[in-house]
């Protein structure tokens, strides 16, 4: 029956291997075994042998490839260099990679007079790559370079993305370098790795180089890079130059696939018009690929971020309609857009909903929804929730802690906000910036400024420096309580750390110097904030008009005012109510004056 299938008259070793071929195709890896030795009997090929080895392998049955290899060496058919390279692979593959093992397998082929290719060689150098041993990689390639062993692209390629898998791209490209000057041609692969790479760093220009460098090497790029490069033009905000190259490419002749539709798609999520998402979305459609649940979860996040909660509502239940399981993404990002819409109780009960599909709030979630209570003047609900997140056996971290703390000092209750502050410091979690600035700025609002001494010395302590934030919100501060020395103290110490201070900064010394008619000083700020090249706002130009005034130099005053209006800028409706007043209080002058003569 069996030779008849096979159309005609076969030896009994074909048979054998037909029966070994049908064996591991079924997984019946001891039947194969069993058989190939009842094969030996009448003289195996090395052919089958290397099939059933590289097959073994391939399907991780590492036990029986190494007894097959060993039955090899001692009784034949002698293994060749094919059979020590699919060894190699099995050694070199994997999260841990038996790196003393595949050393061994190289010396062992030397002193059997095998000699390894550049393909075995290639292996053993990702296998190195694998294990973050990227610079013994490097030694190694150099040294079959020196001695004249057969390496290739492949080799090379081995290195240049293991060090760009250590995000060390510079010195990937040293090794593309010295594989140009060596006379290796870069294959597409060479090329692909690094402009990925580049991508993800956010270098475009040097990944667009090297694309021009593969045109005029004639090395034609494939859909692969042209996405590496799609994905890097959208993750840096330049979803328009995503497009046209998205629509350049249909132009060359490239055919997208779903991944090059869902780059694109979530880049004009995020950064476009929603107009922009829903026709990509409508042409990925009519090209007949199914969205899946990353693609829905994009164009959901787009209706949120534009305010159309029920339009992305809609789609929610066309993506269940459509048997596509939603993820706590796409349900994170609903209940965010029932917060921001002030529907808290909706929210709840949408969470609720999607508990049938095993979706459970993590910590994200709680994140969005205390920061939603808060927003919705709901503070006294927030602990519970807190508490909810703790059982379910999340645990806070600095940002979940930071914005509980920030909602309790918006809230104007101070106590909650440093109860929690202490308890993160119990539990060993260290506070960022964020939670020192919103603390801060708490104090500053009750006016108590000798507490923030302490709490900034506890800040540098724990090696974190002032940010731009920070340093804007104490000069604010030292300002608002007219306290100009210490406000300039900042000032300083900000400049002298390297941040420059923006026109808000230079605004609230100016309104500080106003207040305490210290006019000379406010002038030198206004001068150094023009020298700096920063516009002055309306508000920096009431503040100095309004200290001129105060001050009774009217003359001083007006000339401000028309270097305000020269610049384009129009009067606010405290300004415009100040010069009213003025112009009204010049009119009972004159008349008095008339009455008098």
């Not at 079924?26 to 080895?53: H, P, R, W």
């Not at 400049?495 to 030198?524: H, Q, W």
Request: proline fraction near 3%.
């Amino acid at each position: 029956m069996l030779v008849n299938n096979l159309g005609g008259s076969i030896t009994l070793l074909q048979v054998y291997a037909a029966f070994i071929r049908v064996f591991i195709e079924l997984s019946m890896f001891e039947d194969a075994l069993v058989t190939y030795i009842e094969a030996k009997k009448i003289g195996v090929e090395l052919q089958l042998c290397n099939f059933l080895l590289k097959s073994l392998v391939k399907r991780k049955q590492f036990m029986y490839a190494r007894s097959l290899f060993d039955d090899m060496k001692s009784t034949g058919p002698s293994p060749n260099v094919y059979s020590y390279s699919v060894l190699m692979s099995m050694y070199t593959h994997g999260d841990k990679p038996c790196l003393e093992e595949a050393f061994d397998l190289l010396c062992e082929m030397k002193i059997r007079g095998v000699k390894p290719t550049a393909a075995t060689y290639g292996t053993y150098l990702y296998g190195l790559c694998r294990a973050k041993q990227v610079e013994s990689a490097w030694d190694f390639l150099q040294v079959l370079r020196q001695r004249g062993y057969p390496c290739n692209s492949y080799c090379f390629n081995a290195v240049i993305h293991g060090f760009c898998n250590e995000n060390q791209v510079h010195k990937a490209m040293e090794v593309f370098d010295e594989m140009k000057k060596g006379g290796v041609v870069p294959d597409v692969h060479s090329y692909s790795i690094l402009v990925d790479a580049f991508c993800k760093q956010g270098a475009l220009s040097l990944g667009s180089n090297l694309l021009d460098e593969m045109e005029r090497n004639r090395v034609s790029p494939t859909l692969v890079i042209y996405s590496s490069l799609l994905h890097g033009l959208c993750k840096a905000g330049k979803v328009e130059e995503a497009l046209e190259l998205f629509e350049r490419l249909k132009y060359q002749g490239f055919k997208h696939d779903q991944i090059t539709y869902s780059i694109v798609l979530h880049g004009c999520c995020r950064h476009m018009d929603i107009e922009v998402a829903y026709g990509l979305w409508i042409d990925m459609v009519n090209h007949n690929f199914v969205p899946d649940v990353y693609n829905y979860t994009s164009l959901i996040y787009a209706f949120c971020r534009h305010r159309y909660l029920k339009e992305a509502l809609g789609l929610f239940d066309l993506m269940l309609d459509n048997k596509i399981n939603p993820n706590i993404i796409a349900c994170t990002i609903l209940v965010d857009g029932f917060m921001k819409e002030g529907l808290i109780g909706e929210a709840f009960l949408f969470l609720d909903e999607v508990r049938r599909f095993d979706i459970v709030p993590n910590l994200y979630t709680y994140k969005v929804i205390i920061n939603g209570l808060f927003k919705g003047n709901e503070s006294d609900d927030v602990w519970g929730f807190f508490g909810d997140m703790i059982k379910r056996g999340y645990i806070p971290d600095v940002v979940l802690y930071s914005i509980i703390i920030d909602g309790f000092v918006k809230a104007l209750d101070l106590q909650e906000a440093f109860r929690l502050y202490h308890k993160m410091l119990d539990e060993g979690t260290m506070p960022n910036i964020f939670t020192y600035t919103s603390l801060i700025n708490g104090l500053c609002c009750d006016d108590r400024l000798p507490e923030m001494t302490p709490l900034l010395k506890n800040m540098i302590l724990e090696g974190l420096t002032p940010d731009r934030i920070l340093y804007t919100s104490l000069i604010a501060c030292y300002c608002k309580r007219s306290n100009m020395k210490k406000a300039m103290e900042i000032f300083r110490e900000m400049k002298n750390g390297g941040i420059s201070p923006d026109t808000f900064v230079y605004t609230c010394l100016i309104g500080g110097y106003t207040k305490v008619r210290a006019m000379d000083f406010a002038e030198l700020l206004m001068e150094e904030l023009e020298t700096k090249g920063l516009t002055p706002t309306v508000v920096t130009y009431t503040d100095l008009i309004i200290g001129y005034l105060k001050a009774g130099d009217e003359k001083s005053a007006y000339r401000t005012y028309h270097n305000m209006i020269q610049r384009g800028i129009t009067p606010d409706a405290k300004l415009s109510c100040i010069l009213d007043l003025g112009n009204d209080a010049d009119v009972d002058k004159s008349q008095k004056e008339k009455d008098v003569s």
